[in-house]
């Protein structure tokens, strides 16, 4: 959504960025991740998407001008290999390294590719995948093990997140495209930069509190047998209800 208002004779211009469509039944059981953004350079890449949409067949400069959000089909393929290929690079220099991805999907090839890539130069992947999962989890040549689950739960987990560590200088995206050829290729879908530290942290603690569910969560594994999570003698968590929880104390 894309809007402009009049403040103290200065024009600014506002939108809301999600990772789901907003229709009214789906949203009584979808859970998503938005952003209410004034942001100069993300509104304006906003506006060059909705222009390239009056006329999209004589206006695809407009996707390629875009300066910050990560949009397909133009440039998000080529910008989510180069932000893994950092995080390769900076492991192979021994350094911290690391990528947590939340999906609906993970099936494209180039990109599965290259996070076995990053498992074997020794990158920690941690991925919370809700449906098609075509990635092998356990390989001997992972210098990390790969941690991958899926969650279903009452509300249907529909966010996109992605958090690239970055050299220490953490990148968070969320994003209405999943990693399938149909959303990086063939359609128009944005991941969307998030710079305030504060909702950085949020989106980090949300995904933290999803990888350590142990009373929804499955194990994708290589067999894709689908087992839970074993809580054992560890407190146990519902990631949906701990994460109301989380947002609740925060106010």
């Not at 350079?41 to 067949?57: H, S, W």
């Not at 076995?116 to 449906?131: D, F, N, P």
């Not at 996109?160 to 969320?174: A, L, P, Q, S, V």
Request: a positive charge; one cysteine or more.
């Amino acid at each position: 959504m894309f809007n402009k208002k009049r403040v103290s004779n200065r024009t600014i211009h506002y939108g809301f960025v999600s990772t789901g469509n907003l229709n009214e039944k789906t949203a009584k059981v979808y859970s998503d991740a938005c952003l209410l953004t004034a942001d100069r350079n993300i509104m304006a890449d906003v506006n060059r998407i909705f222009n390239y949409l009056e006329q999209p067949k004589t206006r695809e400069i407009l996707l390629k001008s875009c300066k910050t959000l990560l949009v397909s089909p133009v440039s998000m393929r080529r910008h989510l290999l180069q932000l893994v290929t950092k995080e390769i690079k900076m492991a192979r220099l021994k350094k911290p390294a690391s990528i947590i991805l939340k999906l609906n999907s993970l099936s494209d090839e180039m990109l599965i590719d290259k996070l076995y890539e990053a498992a074997k130069a020794g990158v920690e992947v941690k991925m919370v995948i809700r449906g098609i999962f075509c990635m092998l989890t356990e390989n001997k040549k992972f210098r990390i093990p790969v941690q991958a689950i899926s969650i279903v739960d009452e509300y249907l987990e529909h966010s996109r997140i992605m958090i690239f560590h970055n050299g220490g200088k953490e990148r968070t995206f969320i994003s209405s495209a999943d990693w399938m050829v149909r959303n990086i290729d063939h359609r128009v879908e944005v991941a969307c930069p998030i710079f305030e530290k504060n909702i950085q942290q949020e989106i980090k603690d949300i995904m933290q509190i999803q990888l350590k569910d142990n009373i929804k969560a499955r194990i994708l594994d290589n067999d894709l047998s689908n087992q839970y999570v074993n809580p054992r003698n560890t407190k146990k968590i519902r990631s949906q209800v701990e994460t109301y929880n989380y947002l609740y104390r925060k106010g």
